[in-house]
Protein backbone atom coordinates (compact mmCIF):
# COMPACT_ATOMS: atom_id res chain seq x y z
CA UNK A 1 0.00 0.00 0.00
CA UNK A 2 3.07 2.09 -0.22
CA UNK A 3 3.60 4.49 -3.18
CA UNK A 4 7.26 4.79 -4.77
CA UNK A 5 9.08 7.04 -2.15
CA UNK A 6 7.80 5.85 1.39
CA UNK A 7 8.63 1.89 -0.02
CA UNK A 8 11.93 2.93 -0.93
CA UNK A 9 12.87 4.81 2.07
CA UNK A 10 11.61 1.71 4.09
CA UNK A 11 14.11 -0.73 2.75
CA UNK A 12 16.79 2.02 3.12
CA UNK A 13 15.43 2.04 6.88
CA UNK A 14 15.74 -1.78 7.12
CA UNK A 15 19.19 -2.19 5.97
CA UNK A 16 20.47 0.80 8.22
CA UNK A 17 19.00 -1.35 11.36
CA UNK A 18 19.47 -4.86 9.99
CA UNK A 19 22.05 -7.21 11.22
CA UNK A 20 24.98 -7.16 8.91
CA UNK A 21 26.53 -9.92 9.43
CA UNK A 22 23.23 -12.27 9.62
CA UNK A 23 23.31 -13.43 5.57
CA UNK A 24 19.60 -15.08 6.55
CA UNK A 25 18.65 -11.76 6.82
CA UNK A 26 20.29 -9.88 4.16
CA UNK A 27 19.28 -12.53 1.64
CA UNK A 28 15.64 -11.56 2.61
CA UNK A 29 16.34 -7.71 2.55
CA UNK A 30 17.70 -8.31 -1.20
CA UNK A 31 14.08 -10.02 -1.69
CA UNK A 32 11.76 -7.73 -0.02
CA UNK A 33 13.71 -4.50 -2.29
CA UNK A 34 13.26 -6.31 -5.52
CA UNK A 35 9.59 -7.15 -4.92
CA UNK A 36 8.30 -4.00 -3.05
CA UNK A 37 10.47 -1.96 -5.80
CA UNK A 38 8.70 -3.88 -8.67
CA UNK A 39 5.40 -4.00 -7.22
CA UNK A 40 5.84 -0.05 -7.37
CA UNK A 41 6.32 0.34 -10.83
CA UNK A 42 10.34 -0.23 -10.75
CA UNK A 43 12.66 3.04 -11.61
CA UNK A 44 15.55 0.51 -11.94
CA UNK A 45 16.28 -1.70 -14.73
CA UNK A 46 14.81 -5.22 -14.45
CA UNK A 47 18.34 -6.98 -14.58
CA UNK A 48 19.10 -4.61 -11.33
CA UNK A 49 16.32 -6.43 -9.62
CA UNK A 50 17.32 -9.79 -10.77
CA UNK A 51 20.86 -9.36 -9.64
CA UNK A 52 19.18 -8.73 -6.39
CA UNK A 53 17.33 -11.82 -6.02
CA UNK A 54 20.22 -13.91 -7.84
CA UNK A 55 22.13 -13.08 -4.38
CA UNK A 56 19.79 -13.97 -2.44
CA UNK A 57 18.95 -17.45 -4.22
CA UNK A 58 22.80 -18.16 -3.70
CA UNK A 59 22.47 -17.49 -0.09
CA UNK A 60 19.69 -19.43 0.52
CA UNK A 61 21.32 -22.12 -1.24
CA UNK A 62 24.56 -21.76 0.59
CA UNK A 63 22.64 -22.03 3.93
CA UNK A 64 20.81 -25.18 3.04
CA UNK A 65 17.84 -22.56 3.77
CA UNK A 66 14.64 -24.71 2.00
CA UNK A 67 12.08 -22.65 2.78
CA UNK A 68 13.56 -19.40 1.93
CA UNK A 69 14.92 -21.08 -1.42
CA UNK A 70 11.60 -22.10 -2.35
CA UNK A 71 9.85 -18.66 -1.55
CA UNK A 72 12.52 -16.96 -3.48
CA UNK A 73 11.77 -19.14 -6.53
CA UNK A 74 8.07 -17.98 -5.76
CA UNK A 75 9.26 -14.42 -6.18
CA UNK A 76 11.76 -15.05 -9.35
CA UNK A 77 8.78 -16.47 -10.79
CA UNK A 78 6.45 -13.72 -10.10
CA UNK A 79 9.20 -11.23 -11.64
CA UNK A 80 9.46 -13.06 -14.57
CA UNK A 81 5.62 -13.45 -15.39
CA UNK A 82 5.31 -9.59 -15.11
CA UNK A 83 7.45 -8.95 -17.95
CA UNK A 84 6.28 -11.90 -20.03
CA UNK A 85 8.97 -14.40 -19.61
CA UNK A 86 7.18 -17.21 -19.53
CA UNK A 87 9.99 -20.17 -19.81
CA UNK A 88 11.95 -18.34 -16.79
CA UNK A 89 9.01 -17.93 -14.52
CA UNK A 90 7.42 -21.91 -15.60
CA UNK A 91 11.12 -22.69 -14.08
CA UNK A 92 11.00 -21.14 -10.74
CA UNK A 93 6.96 -21.86 -10.38
CA UNK A 94 7.50 -25.72 -10.80
CA UNK A 95 10.57 -25.52 -8.31
CA UNK A 96 8.68 -23.21 -6.27
CA UNK A 97 5.63 -25.60 -5.83
CA UNK A 98 7.47 -28.53 -5.36
CA UNK A 99 10.04 -27.41 -2.88
CA UNK A 100 6.42 -25.85 -1.36
CA UNK A 101 4.60 -28.66 -1.95
CA UNK A 102 7.54 -31.11 -0.04
CA UNK A 103 8.13 -28.62 2.66
CA UNK A 104 4.41 -28.48 3.30
CA UNK A 105 1.91 -26.48 2.63
CA UNK A 106 1.45 -24.64 5.61
CA UNK A 107 4.92 -23.04 5.75
CA UNK A 108 3.95 -21.02 2.90
CA UNK A 109 1.16 -18.67 2.83
CA UNK A 110 1.21 -17.54 -0.85
CA UNK A 111 0.91 -21.40 -1.85
CA UNK A 112 -2.32 -21.05 -3.44
CA UNK A 113 -0.97 -17.80 -5.77
CA UNK A 114 1.92 -20.42 -6.64
CA UNK A 115 -0.68 -22.57 -8.40
CA UNK A 116 -2.91 -20.41 -9.98
CA UNK A 117 0.64 -18.28 -11.38
CA UNK A 118 1.77 -21.72 -11.95
CA UNK A 119 -1.41 -22.50 -14.00
CA UNK A 120 -1.02 -19.49 -15.71
CA UNK A 121 2.37 -19.50 -16.64
CA UNK A 122 2.11 -23.53 -17.75
CA UNK A 123 -1.07 -22.54 -20.17
CA UNK A 124 1.31 -19.91 -21.99
CA UNK A 125 3.99 -22.55 -22.27
CA UNK A 126 2.06 -25.25 -24.10
CA UNK A 127 1.84 -27.60 -20.56
CA UNK A 128 -2.16 -27.88 -20.59
CA UNK A 129 -2.48 -30.97 -18.39
CA UNK A 130 -0.24 -29.73 -15.91
CA UNK A 131 -1.43 -26.11 -15.96
CA UNK A 132 -5.21 -28.35 -15.08
CA UNK A 133 -3.27 -29.81 -12.59
CA UNK A 134 -2.35 -26.51 -10.78
CA UNK A 135 -5.02 -24.81 -11.49
CA UNK A 136 -6.95 -27.15 -9.62
CA UNK A 137 -5.02 -27.24 -6.63
CA UNK A 138 -5.22 -23.11 -6.86
CA UNK A 139 -9.21 -23.73 -6.84
CA UNK A 140 -9.15 -25.73 -4.03
CA UNK A 141 -7.86 -22.89 -1.89
CA UNK A 142 -10.81 -20.67 -3.12
CA UNK A 143 -11.15 -19.04 0.01
CA UNK A 144 -7.45 -17.71 0.14
CA UNK A 145 -7.63 -16.05 -3.49
CA UNK A 146 -9.47 -12.78 -4.42
CA UNK A 147 -12.89 -13.29 -6.23
CA UNK A 148 -11.10 -12.16 -9.68
CA UNK A 149 -7.86 -14.21 -9.60
CA UNK A 150 -10.76 -17.55 -8.78
CA UNK A 151 -12.51 -16.50 -11.66
CA UNK A 152 -9.69 -16.12 -13.75
CA UNK A 153 -7.84 -19.76 -12.69
CA UNK A 154 -11.36 -21.07 -13.77
CA UNK A 155 -11.01 -19.57 -17.07
CA UNK A 156 -7.35 -20.89 -17.58
CA UNK A 157 -8.29 -23.90 -17.24
CA UNK A 158 -11.43 -23.95 -19.07
CA UNK A 159 -9.07 -22.91 -21.85
CA UNK A 160 -6.57 -25.85 -21.58
CA UNK A 161 -9.22 -27.98 -21.63
CA UNK A 162 -10.05 -26.32 -24.58
CA UNK A 163 -6.59 -26.70 -25.88
CA UNK A 164 -6.82 -30.61 -25.00
CA UNK A 165 -10.50 -30.94 -26.68
CA UNK A 166 -12.17 -31.92 -24.11
CA UNK A 167 -15.17 -29.28 -25.07
CA UNK A 168 -17.16 -31.11 -22.12
CA UNK A 169 -15.02 -30.20 -19.23
CA UNK A 170 -14.11 -26.68 -20.90
CA UNK A 171 -17.91 -25.70 -20.91
CA UNK A 172 -18.53 -26.85 -17.38
CA UNK A 173 -15.39 -24.77 -16.35
CA UNK A 174 -16.43 -21.66 -18.18
CA UNK A 175 -19.95 -22.12 -16.85
CA UNK A 176 -18.64 -22.38 -13.23
CA UNK A 177 -16.81 -18.80 -14.04
CA UNK A 178 -19.58 -17.27 -15.10
CA UNK A 179 -21.62 -18.07 -12.31
CA UNK A 180 -18.70 -17.01 -10.08
CA UNK A 181 -18.29 -14.12 -11.81
CA UNK A 182 -22.23 -13.20 -11.52
CA UNK A 183 -21.87 -13.45 -7.97
Not at 71 to 91: H, R, V
Not at 153 to 167: D, G, H, M, P, S
Request: charged content about 25%; overall charge neutral.
Amino acid sequence: KMDDINSAEAIKRLKTVSEKDNERVQAKLKVLEAVIIIQHHAQKPFEYYLHLMDEALRTALTLQDDILTADICYWLAEMYWLPGKSAQAMFYIVKAIEMQEKLGPEKFPKNSLAYKIGADVLYNTGNYRQSVDFGNKAATFQLQIPAGHICGNYNTIALCYKELEQYDSALLVYNKALQLAHK
